[in-house]
């Protein structure tokens, strides 16, 4: 553990009189211009001279790469209509303006307005907000609302100019657009993720200040996803080094320092406050005014853990602002919707993959004698047993070896997980590396026992689900959920159940199409399937 030898305060920001003393070993010292040194009440001396430049500069490029390739997908979506649709330029052959005289209509508008036009309405939508590029659904969920934008002020627009547009090819470019926007955002994200993990470029430089507890709770919640890009550089605690004596900590931890001349020292671009590290009224918002103009991001963690955006609102009364926590969503038109979707989507996959089932049925029986099928009764819904649907990849007599083989168990909790389990004959092994084992659970979201997303349905026998893992059974077991596209069998059990409960308290639509979605990537590249 590193530590400063200065003089322990509390004071989120009380000056030093030597900014130099305690540099960690093997951090740069970094100083700030004096033109950028922040004011000490957050107000410069001239608003000619306030600084804008963010230290942070990712985004810029990340946003550059963004833009053209939304204006590749508008142009490649305007190309597909003209080339497949033949009445595409029906509405532009009768028209003629004066100022667009000799020029190709459709094209005018197809190939400039249109893409344009897109881009506009996307930045005026917040979907090249740094805020929610990289990480989250909102930056998705922005793209489809300025589609539906676009499709309805095409429709006014040609209501308005009494152009009779083809409705197929109006119909073309926005569903092609949207869909080659979304793709174009996924895979800039992917090399986004990428280079945050292997490089550290794209990320962010952050300084965690608060009491040690909060800031190690905050350091393993940021870094439990690389792809975040959140990389803590410092710890500032507020408790004083007695509580930090002894402890081993992943970064350096300081105390009695000026936090600002820890910003500069360690080239941060984020400082989060965590818990109650502000608990004298008005330090933080003096901390926030003199953070402004320096480029750093001021950011506060409080106390709500696992508990997603949509369900915290801030709701302001006389200057407070309050955090508005609300309940979990579990009912109301997006579960039906749900519900709903479930059962289509089992119904079609059993009737498309029927043939896959058979040859899969096959070679089961091939490799070993006995039930092609294997069940089980599994905890589902308020606590509700079922039989769940398998294919069966062990010996008829795994039930018998498995109590020799408890000892070997790699698993911290209520399941039995080995890698190189010798229950599982060698087809068995490859229908769970690919997780086609796992087909036949269709049946049983077809008769509402399951879902497509959601926990993972735990053996009936294996304890009574108390405490905090009783929650899983608010809703109905899925056959993928947020546990299977995070690890798998590599993770442990404390972490399964966290995230199990993280999409019971966060669920919604959005959600489980994103898991789905992972669901895909996690299948090919067989992560965690033994």
Same mark, same amino acid.
């Given at each position: 553990?590193?530590?400063? +030898?200065?003089?322990?305060t509390?004071?989120?920001?009380?000056?030093?009189?030597?900014?130099?003393?305690?540099?960690?070993?093997?951090?740069?010292?970094?100083?700030?211009?004096a033109?950028?040194q922040?004011?000490?009440?957050?107000?410069p001396?001239?608003?000619?001279?306030?600084?804008?430049?963010?230290?942070?500069?990712?985004?810029?490029?990340?946003?550059?790469?963004?833009?053209?390739?939304?204006?590749?997908?508008?142009?490649?979506?305007?190309?597909?209509?003209?080339?497949?649709?033949?009445?595409?330029?029906?509405?532009?052959?009768?028209?003629?303006?004066?100022? @667009?005289?000799?020029?190709?209509?459709?094209?005018?508008f197809?190939?400039?307005?249109?893409?344009?036009?897109?881009?506009?309405? @996307?930045?005026?939508?917040?979907?090249?907000?740094?805020r929610?590029?990289?990480?989250?659904?909102?930056?998705?969920?922005?793209?489809?609302?300025?589609?539906?934008?676009?499709?309805?002020?095409?429709?006014?627009?040609?209501?308005?100019?009494?152009?009779?547009?083809?409705?197929?090819?109006?119909?073309?470019v926005?569903?092609?657009?949207?869909?080659l926007?979304?793709?174009?955002? %996924?895979?800039?994200?992917? +090399?986004?993720?990428?280079?945050?993990?292997?490089?550290?470029?794209?990320?962010?430089?952050?300084?965690?200040?608060?009491?040690?507890?909060?800031?190690?709770?905050?350091?393993?919640a940021?870094?439990?996803?690389?792809?975040?890009?959140?990389?803590?550089?410092?710890?500032?605690?507020?408790?004083?080094?007695?509580?930090?004596?002894?402890?081993?900590?992943?970064?350096?931890?300081?105390?009695?320092?000026?936090?600002?001349?820890?910003?500069?020292?360690?080239?941060?671009?984020?400082?989060a406050?965590?818990?109650?590290?502000?608990?004298?009224? $008005?330090?933080?918002?003096?901390?926030?005014?003199q953070?402004? $103009?320096?480029?750093?991001?001021?950011?506060?963690?409080?106390?709500?853990?696992?508990?997603?955006?949509?369900? +915290?609102?801030?709701?302001?009364?006389? #200057?407070?602002?309050l955090l508005?926590?609300?309940?979990?969503?579990?009912?109301?038109?997006?579960?039906?919707?749900k519900?709903?979707l479930?059962? %289509? %989507?089992? #119904?079609?996959?059993?009737?498309?993959?029927?043939?896959?089932?058979?040859?899969?049925?096959?070679?089961?029986?091939?490799?070993?004698?006995?039930?092609?099928?294997?069940?089980?009764?599994?905890?589902g819904?308020?606590?509700?047993?079922?039989?769940?649907?398998?294919?069966?990849?062990?010996?008829?007599?795994?039930?018998?070896?498995?109590?020799?083989?408890e000892?070997?168990?790699?698993?911290?909790?209520?399941?039995?997980?080995m890698?190189?389990?010798?229950?599982?004959?060698?087809?068995?092994?490859?229908?769970r590396?690919?997780? @086609?084992?796992?087909?036949?659970?269709?049946v049983?979201?077809?008769? #509402?026992?399951?879902?497509?997303?959601?926990?993972?349905?735990?053996?009936?026998?294996?304890?009574?689900?108390?405490?905090?893992?009783?929650r899983?059974?608010?809703?109905?077991p899925?056959?993928?959920?947020?546990?299977?596209?995070?690890?798998?069998?590599?993770?442990?059990?404390d972490e399964?159940?966290?995230?199990?409960?993280?999409?019971?308290?966060?669920?919604?639509?959005?959600y489980?199409?994103?898991?789905?979605?992972?669901?895909?990537?996690?299948v090919?590249?067989?992560?965690?399937?033994?």
């Amino acid at each position: 553990m590193r530590e400063d +030898v200065g003089e322990v305060t509390t004071s989120l920001h009380r000056p030093t009189t030597d900014s130099s003393r305690s540099k960690p070993v093997g951090y740069d010292s970094f100083e700030w211009p004096a033109q950028q040194q922040p004011p000490s009440n957050g107000v410069p001396r001239s608003a000619w001279t306030r600084q804008h430049r963010r230290i942070s500069r990712w985004h810029r490029p990340y946003t550059a790469v963004l833009i053209v390739l939304d204006l590749l997908s508008t142009l490649a979506a305007s190309m597909i209509a003209d080339a497949f649709i033949e009445k595409s330029k029906s509405g532009f052959l009768d028209k003629s303006w004066w100022f @667009l005289q000799g020029t190709d209509l459709f094209g005018f508008f197809a190939y400039l307005v249109l893409p344009l036009g897109w881009v506009f309405l @996307l930045w005026t939508s917040g979907s090249y907000d740094r805020r929610y590029l990289g990480l989250g659904s909102e930056e998705f969920k922005r793209v489809v609302r300025t589609s539906v934008t676009v499709v309805a002020a095409v429709s006014l627009l040609s209501f308005a100019t009494k152009t009779d547009l083809s409705r197929a090819t109006v119909g073309l470019v926005s569903l092609s657009s949207l869909l080659l926007i979304l793709f174009g955002r %996924v895979f800039a994200r992917q +090399v986004l993720h990428i280079s945050r993990r292997r490089t550290g470029h794209g990320a962010h430089r952050m300084i965690l200040v608060g009491t040690l507890p909060e800031a190690l709770e905050v350091y393993t919640a940021v870094t439990r996803s690389p792809a975040a890009g959140l990389i803590p550089v410092a710890i500032h605690i507020t408790d004083g080094y007695a509580a930090a004596r002894g402890i081993e900590t992943p970064v350096p931890v300081f105390a009695g320092r000026d936090v600002l001349a820890l910003v500069r020292e360690f080239s941060a671009d984020t400082l989060a406050v965590c818990g109650s590290a502000s608990a004298e009224p $008005g330090e933080l918002r003096r901390l926030a005014w003199q953070l402004e $103009g320096t480029g750093v991001d001021l950011v506060v963690a409080p106390q709500l853990t696992d508990i997603a955006g949509p369900r +915290v609102h801030i709701r302001p009364i006389e #200057g407070l602002p309050l955090l508005h926590v609300e309940e979990p969503t579990l009912s109301g038109p997006g579960w039906l919707i749900k519900n709903l979707l479930d059962r %289509v %989507v089992a #119904g079609l996959g059993l009737l498309l993959i029927s043939p896959i089932l058979g040859l899969i049925a096959l070679g089961i029986r091939l490799s070993d004698p006995g039930p092609v099928f294997f069940r089980q009764t599994r905890v589902g819904h308020d606590g509700r047993t079922f039989k769940v649907w398998k294919f069966r990849t062990m010996y008829i007599d795994a039930e018998e070896r498995k109590a020799t083989l408890e000892e070997l168990n790699e698993s911290d909790g209520m399941m039995f997980k080995m890698k190189e389990d010798p229950r599982i004959f060698p087809f068995g092994s490859k229908l769970r590396a690919t997780s @086609l084992d796992e087909l036949p659970q269709l049946v049983n979201v077809l008769k #509402g026992e399951m879902s497509l997303v959601g926990p993972r349905p735990l053996p009936a026998d294996d304890g009574d689900y108390l405490g905090d893992v009783r929650r899983r059974l608010l809703v109905r077991p899925g056959i993928t959920g947020l546990w299977q596209v995070s690890g798998r069998s590599d993770l442990s059990w404390d972490e399964a159940v966290r995230l199990d409960l993280y999409y019971v308290d966060n669920w919604s639509l959005t959600y489980d199409l994103s898991i789905l979605w992972r669901t895909i990537w996690v299948v090919l590249r067989r992560k965690g399937a033994y």
